[in-house]
């Protein structure tokens, strides 16, 4: 049987899922757990794989990635590859963990990615005990929904909200925002002019189909099992065609990694004036603003800004961490880092 086709674009949006050899368990503890969630963190500064969502189940794993190049299988690859070396010597193991080769899914819109982040937030409920199993979803469709009542409600909402292995704790609120997990697109896409208002909106959002008792999949547009999108771009990325960039999004286009100079001189153009006359600035954000956009939008390795700005790595992480989570308070900001983005996509 022919290998499923795999394909990698620059600024593309991916489902990435891979499962435990022979349905065998891909992970044996919160240790297992934590370390392939380090190798994840590591993504967005090797590969400029920004992360978007997740979620660990005992024998596989969902990921929502967005890529900076054309690079997605091998970026997979080194993390399938590094983290089943840790497993195998954590756990005196030898051989085959991964079933084989990861699948991945080609998302052609962002509406799109974010009901593909709803269905891997939505994993830990997909079992039988709380009535939302494959078996039960399929009977739900020919016979209906049943009222699931309070109590069972109450079951699948506190199951979902207190699974400890997947982003949507973050999403919700729950947990603060790790400097790898890029929530900023996922996080907006339902609405609300603050965080909170966000945080409820997105959460309404995912809880709305457990509450029901109907898990909508994502997958009816699925096209030759690989790409999720209009037959026309289906057939234009499955034929080997080049995707037009012109008809790309400004976010999608900036996803081409950046020089850090290109940066530079974008924030310069926005904010009318060279960066040596703000940059050093007491009390001016210009600097970490920069630094944010050049890191988490345009493909710039934190060790390349940090160099380039004489700073320790941790402190060039911290920079862009702090002025990351302060972005929705502060609306010159906000406003800062759209012009950025949008001066950028257009060099």
């Not at 660990?56 to 983290?83: E, F, Q």
């Not at 960039?245 to 926005?270: C, D, G, L, Y």
């Amino acid at each position: 049987m022919a290998r499923p086709l795999r394909i990698d674009i620059a600024g593309a949006w991916y489902h990435v899922m891979n499962r435990g050899h022979r349905a065998g368990a891909l992970f044996l503890d919160d240790t297992d757990r934590r370390r392939f969630l380090g190798a994840a963190a590591q993504l967005p500064e090797r590969f400029a794989l920004e992360v978007h969502a997740f979620v660990l189940m005992p024998n596989h794993y969902h990921l929502l990635v967005r890529t900076g190049a054309a690079n997605l299988s091998h970026a997979i690859r080194w993390l399938n590859v590094r983290y089943a070396i840790q497993f195998n010597w954590a756990h005196h193991c030898h051989g085959t963990l991964f079933q084989g080769r990861f699948k991945s899914v080609l998302i052609q819109e962002e509406r799109q990615a974010v009901a593909v982040a709803r269905y891997i937030h939505l994993n830990p409920v997909r079992v039988g005990g709380l009535g939302l199993s494959k078996i039960d979803q399929r009977r739900a469709r020919v016979l209906g929904c049943a009222n699931p009542g309070a109590e069972l409600v109450r079951r699948r909402v506190e199951r979902l909200r207190e699974y400890p292995w997947s982003s949507y704790r973050v999403y919700s609120g729950a947990e603060p925002n790790p400097e790898w997990l890029a929530i900023d697109v996922i996080g907006r896409s339902c609405g609300g002019r603050n965080r909170a208002e966000r945080v409820a909106a997105l959460r309404s959002y995912t809880e709305e189909p457990i509450r029901q008792g109907v898990l909508e999949s994502p997958w009816e547009g699925l096209v030759a099992g690989v790409v999720l999108g209009e037959s026309g771009f289906a057939r234009q990325v499955l034929s080997g065609q080049k995707v037009d960039e012109a008809e790309q999004t400004p976010a999608r286009r900036i996803r081409r990694r950046r020089r850090w100079e290109e940066v530079v001189q974008a924030a310069e153009k926005v904010r009318g004036m060279k960066w040596d006359q703000w940059a050093e600035r007491h009390g001016d954000w210009g600097r970490d603003a920069t630094m944010y956009v050049a890191v988490r939008h345009g493909g710039v390795r934190l060790p390349e800004v940090a160099g380039q700005q004489g700073m320790m790595y941790q402190a060039a992480a911290q920079a862009v961490l702090r002025f990351g989570e302060g972005l929705d308070k502060d609306p010159a900001r906000s406003r800062f880092v759209e012009q950025l983005r949008r001066e950028l996509s257009n060099i």
